[in-house]
């Protein structure tokens, strides 16, 4: 559903809204259709979705990684 194989504008509008809202429409589908038709607007909306996923991704590894840390440290390990 991200835009690699089918451009998103071919899917129904209920999956379009839906896809929208993953990073996987940012990673593949946006950016290719940024190759074909470019513009500056376009390019600075896409690079600040992609940091706030990466920002998303990052918080999300960090707090793991603290969670899992303090239940290794409670199981003595």
């Not at 429409?25 to 940091?51: P, Y």
């Not at 918080?59 to 290794?72: D, E, P, S, V």
């Amino acid at each position: 559903f991200g835009g690699l194989l089918l451009p998103l504008s071919a899917y129904p509008s209920y999956l379009q809204k839906m896809v929208s809202y993953t990073p996987f429409a940012a990673i593949l589908g946006e950016r290719s259709a940024l190759a074909l038709q470019s513009n500056a607007d376009g390019a600075l909306w896409l690079l600040g979705k992609l940091f706030l996923w990466i920002f998303l991704a990052g918080c999300a590894a960090t707090f793991l990684y603290r969670r899992g840390l303090k239940i290794l440290s409670i199981g003595g390990g």
